[in-house]
């Protein structure tokens, strides 16, 4: 059975599917319904979908503005680049989406096929998902409360035709609201591999990522670690680093140590992300000596080795 908030009043409460932590929560409508907590059965229909992919993170922040974004998308570049691997995309900021523009798909329309939804293609073997394909322009406001949201989420999951998959990326909004909660429950029964948290070095950014933190021990998802982004500025042409955030109170290395998270790693500001995001362009090849491409694949290295780890972990658990 899916996890439920951490909060939930019980399905037997006279609060069941009426109290404020029941927003969002696939189960509500049961719940209130006095039904009992049922499951919602799109939870093994989304289990059934995601057979076909092997692995699945969640790229977390609890502060926006921190290139949470611009972190998936040079994540799922980075791992397209074998053409062997499949890559998904998908953006579940419902409203704030931006994986369109970083990804040069603005424009791209989503196509229904007798097996769902299918994605927009941006390479042979990267597709991405995102609600901003069903807009009619990009600055159209989506207004939406928490089930409606829910709903999304539930369709992008169950209803889109990924095919054989090797990683899917889920690019989520800040914080630990309607989204987050829906995509951690439709997804247990599928096994999450686990969440990579972004962060910038200022304090300011780092007290809502202890709360993302504690939010995925909550919720029991497992953190592939943080990266600090935004984490110094080498200059081009001398080479010296200056810190444009500075880590007052430690930045992201001591806050890991603290509370016994993994530091993915540091990736350096550089102008030219900006530029090719703005531009729907791969960083990593525009730019492939910056100090800031070294940080991204190597921080990718490390997820892929986690990933790796935890799909033998289970083959052997399932094997004994």
């Given at each position: 059975?899916?996890?439920v908030?951490?909060?939930?009043?019980?399905a037997?409460?006279?609060?069941?599917?009426?109290?404020a932590?029941c927003q969002g929560?696939?189960n509500?409508?049961?719940?209130?319904?006095?039904a009992?907590?049922?499951?919602?059965?799109?939870?093994?229909?989304?289990?059934?979908?995601?057979?076909?992919?092997?692995h699945?993170?969640?790229?977390l922040?609890?502060?926006?503005?921190?290139?949470?974004?611009?972190?998936?998308?040079?994540?799922?570049?980075g791992l397209?680049?074998?053409e062997n691997?499949q890559i998904?995309?998908?953006?579940?900021?419902?409203?704030?989406?931006s994986?369109?523009?970083?990804m040069?798909l603005?424009?791209?329309q989503?196509?229904?096929?007798?097996?769902?939804?299918s994605?927009?293609?941006m390479?042979?073997?990267?597709g991405?998902?995102?609600?901003?394909?069903l807009?009619s322009?990009?600055?159209?406001?989506?207004i939406w409360?928490?089930p409606?949201?829910?709903?999304?989420?539930k369709?992008?999951?169950?209803d889109?035709?990924w095919?054989?998959v090797d990683y899917?990326?889920?690019?989520?909004p800040?914080?630990?609201?309607d989204?987050?909660l829906?995509?951690?429950q439709?997804?247990?029964?599928?096994h999450i591999d686990?969440?990579?948290?972004?962060?910038?070095?200022?304090e300011v950014s780092l007290q809502?990522?202890?709360?993302?933190i504690?939010?995925?021990r909550?919720?029991k998802?497992?953190?592939?670690g943080?990266?600090?982004?935004?984490?110094?500025?080498?200059?081009?042409?001398?080479?010296k680093?200056?810190q444009?955030f500075?880590?007052t109170?430690?930045g992201?290395?001591l806050?890991c140590?603290?509370l016994e998270v993994?530091?993915?790693?540091?990736?350096?500001l550089?102008p030219l992300i900006?530029?090719?995001?703005?531009?729907?362009?791969?960083?990593?090849?525009?730019a492939?000596d910056s100090?800031?491409?070294l940080?991204?694949?190597?921080i990718i290295?490390?997820?892929?080795?986690?990933?790796?780890?935890?799909?033998?972990?289970?083959?052997?658990l399932?094997?004994?």
């Open positions: 059975m899916e996890e908030p951490h909060d939930c009043p019980g037997d409460s006279a609060q069941a599917g009426r109290g932590s929560c696939p509500q409508r049961l719940c209130a319904s006095g009992g907590a049922t499951p919602d059965p799109a939870i093994e229909e989304i289990k059934e979908k995601m057979k076909t992919v092997k699945k993170i969640l790229v922040s609890g502060k926006g503005g921190v290139g949470k974004s611009t972190f998936s998308a040079h994540l799922a570049h397209a680049e074998d691997t998904a995309l998908l953006d579940i900021d419902i409203c704030g989406p994986i369109p523009k970083i040069g603005e424009g791209e989503v196509h229904q096929s007798g097996s769902g939804w994605p927009v293609y390479e042979d073997n990267l991405v998902m995102s609600v901003g394909f807009l322009s990009p600055d159209d406001a989506v409360r928490g409606k949201k829910n709903g999304m989420i369709q992008f999951l169950r889109v035709d095919g054989e899917l990326i889920v690019d989520t800040p914080g630990t609201s989204e987050h829906s995509v951690v439709y997804l247990a029964a599928a686990g969440a990579v948290i972004i962060t910038t070095p200022q809502d990522v202890r709360k993302e504690n939010f995925c909550k919720v998802l497992p953190i592939i943080v990266v600090e982004n935004m984490s110094g500025f080498i200059c081009p042409k001398c080479k680093e200056s444009i500075p880590p109170t430690g992201a290395e806050m140590k603290d993994p530091l993915l790693g540091r990736v350096p550089d900006g530029k090719n995001c703005d531009k729907g362009q791969s960083f990593l090849i525009d492939p100090p800031a491409t940080a991204y694949r190597s290295q490390k997820i892929q080795e986690f990933c790796n780890l935890r799909q033998s972990e289970e083959e052997n399932i094997s004994s």
